[in-house]
């Protein structure tokens, strides 16, 4: 009996707009009403176009409007369970509805599988950053300074003009000693 009471009191904190009380609620049916619309989503382009927090988010916005109201009547937490994963099964096959009936059906979209296989990710990996990295230094190292200076140069952006104007000579000239330089270490890492 006393069960019966404190839940009385709970649904009247409730209709009263008590956040503590709806807080308790959701954290109470939340679990329930998310694992009920995870397992009623059988079809793996439906989950990715329904998440269970946003379909529960919606029931509960639901309850607590009509709760509000008055609207309904219930008599322990059993039927309080009820109710909202009776309501989580309506709102989602209206939703299943909705977005099969518009342009964006979910039935249209590819499988994962066939889409993201095909998509290239056009970012360095780590392991082509630090292999990159090594590269530079390997070939930083094996470069005269006259050969790093023309090449710290040109990864400023100078032109080869603005090199020779740094460092003497012609813009072809400190083009072709920077090509010499690149060729004798492709071959030196070739081997």
Do not use: C, H
Request: net charge positive.
């Amino acid at each position: 009996m006393a069960e019966n009471v404190d839940f009385f009191e709970f649904l009247r904190r409730i209709r009263a707009g008590d956040d503590a009380a709806a807080m308790e609620l959701v954290r109470r049916f939340e679990p329930l009403i998310r694992r009920e619309v995870r397992l009623r989503i059988g079809d793996d382009r439906l989950n990715r176009a329904f998440d269970s927090a946003d379909v529960s988010q919606s029931v509960f916005a639901s309850f607590f409007t009509r709760a509000a109201g008055g609207e309904f009547e219930l008599s322990g937490p059993e039927q309080l369970a009820r109710l909202l994963v009776t309501m989580a099964r309506n709102r989602l096959v209206s939703r299943v509805r909705k977005e099969r009936r518009q342009i964006r059906d979910v039935r249209r979209v590819q499988t994962e599988s066939d889409t993201l296989g095909n998509l290239a990710d056009t970012r360095a990996t780590p392991s082509k950053i630090v292999g990159d990295k090594e590269e530079l230094a390997l070939l930083r190292a094996a470069m005269n300074k006259e050969e790093q200076q023309v090449f710290e140069l040109r990864t400023e952006g100078l032109s080869w003009d603005e090199v020779a104007a740094r460092l003497g000579g012609s813009g072809p000239a400190r083009r072709m000693q920077l090509s010499r330089a690149l060729s004798r270490l492709e071959k030196v890492l070739s081997e």
